[in-house]
């Protein structure tokens, strides 16, 4: 089993800045893909930003890119996500996931992740 618990979530105004922290802990791979998705108020779980499980690749969502920087500390255990230049639509609760086995086609696919956190919240305001 793996768990995950999301942290820095809060309220900013536009333009401003959040970085969230994701603690993976229990027992995990060295390959593993990592996620974060949102889910805006009424709407979908979304994509928006991964590490492959191998090669330190990163993907973004052309809503985020050059905005949002996802990145991980070197024992593959915490998760963050440093969002810069928060607009209204950026409002979502925010979850990480975790996955041993996905491939890389199917990294943006939240039903193919085994592993999520609670979700934090993040609301910027206009």
């Known amino acids: 089993q793996v768990q995950l618990v999301e942290s820095g979530g809060g309220l900013v105004q536009t333009g401003g800045s959040l970085r969230l922290s994701c603690s993976i802990s229990?027992?995990?791979?060295?390959?593993?893909?990592m996620a974060w998705f949102r889910q805006p108020p009424g709407k979908e779980r979304e994509f928006v930003a991964c590490?492959?499980?191998?090669?330190?690749?990163?993907y973004y969502a052309d809503s985020v890119k050059g905005r949002f920087t996802i990145s991980r500390d070197s024992a593959k255990k915490t998760l963050f996500l440093q969002m810069n230049s928060l607009k209204p639509e950026d409002t979502a609760v925010y979850y990480c996931?975790?996955?041993?086995?996905?491939?890389?086609?199917?990294?943006?696919?939240?039903?193919?992740?085994?592993?999520w956190g609670q979700g934090t919240q993040v609301t910027v305001s206009s």
């Open positions: 996931a975790y996955d041993e086995r996905i491939i890389t086609s199917s990294l943006r696919q939240p039903a193919q992740y085994d592993y």
């Open positions: 229990g027992r995990t791979s060295y390959s593993a893909a």
């Open positions: 590490f492959a499980r191998t090669g330190g690749y990163t």
